[in-house]
């Protein structure tokens, strides 16, 4: 799926749960308003696997994936509600990406391989399927699908080395390169969240990241002449995330 694609099914998921938010605000009478005390901030936890799709995956088209090079990552976010289906999230974390010819099933004589590290800093915007208007404490316990999109920047290192068959006749890299890399990447997830108790949290979560570089495994996307010349560097993270609310102004009431 190319990143136009992408775009417009989760331009389609958006419309739909507004559509159906909005219908279900209409059927509720007397709902609460959402005022600014009702806003909180929550902060918390994710561990995340990480999937790329780049210059040594598989098969020579879009979305191959090497699963035997996924690796584990965690991080961690800040986040804000505004309004009853709208979340501010600002988000840090690593990623580790690995790949090989070996691995990929592709030109093994070639023996070419390569590590990366990032770090990732994400912006975001959370939408809710299921509006909340009412205080923190009184999130529905049901499972919240939601969407995200937002834009962020990815700071790392790639290691590229060559282990060749004798026979093979092709370039062959010098000893080991390794070249920093800083560019933008833009996520776009889909989740869903289930409140564990008051306070807290818990969410599975989606999401492919498209970045604005090539370079992120080091390797130049002419290098098997397949269908990533013309698309850039892209990976997919899948994990859990846990959430501490903080409860933001509204004080729960007292009984005597």
């Not at 092709?170 to 890399?181: M, P, Y």
């Not at 969240?193 to 989606?206: F, P």
């Not at 959430?243 to 102004?249: A, F, K, N």
Request: charged share 20%.
């Amino acid at each position: 799926m190319n990143i136009k694609n992408c775009y417009k099914v989760v331009l389609f998921f958006a419309i739909l749960f507004f559509a159906m938010s909005e219908v279900s605000a209409q059927g509720v009478k007397g709902r609460a308003r959402f005022t600014a005390k009702k806003r909180y901030w929550s902060y918390g936890g994710m561990i995340t696997t990480t999937s790329f799709m780049g210059d040594l995956s598989p098969t020579p088209s879009k979305g191959s994936i090497d699963w035997s090079n996924t690796r584990a990552n965690f991080g961690g976010f800040v986040q804000k509600r505004y309004a009853p289906r709208i979340t501010a999230r600002a988000s840090l974390g690593n990623n580790f990406f690995a790949g090989s010819d070996k691995d990929a099933g592709r030109n093994e004589n070639r023996g070419l391989e390569f590590n990366s590290y990032a770090a990732q800093l994400n912006l975001q915007g959370l939408i809710d399927l299921f509006p909340n208007a009412g205080v923190y404490y009184r999130r529905p316990k049901i499972p919240i699908p939601y969407i995200g999109l937002g834009v962020g920047a990815l700071f790392g290192t790639s290691t590229v080395k060559q282990n060749p068959d004798p026979n093979y006749q092709g370039e062959i890299l010098s000893g080991t390169q390794k070249e920093s890399f800083v560019t933008y990447v833009i996520p776009v997830s889909l989740g869903i969240r289930y409140k564990l108790s008051t306070h807290m949290d818990i969410g599975v979560e989606a999401a492919f990241n498209y970045s604005g570089s090539d370079k992120l495994d080091g390797i130049d996307n002419s290098i098997n002449g397949s269908t990533f010349e013309e698309l850039n560097d892209v990976f997919m993270t899948l994990g859990v995330n846990l959430s501490y609310i903080m409860g933001g102004t509204i004080k729960m009431p007292k009984f005597r």
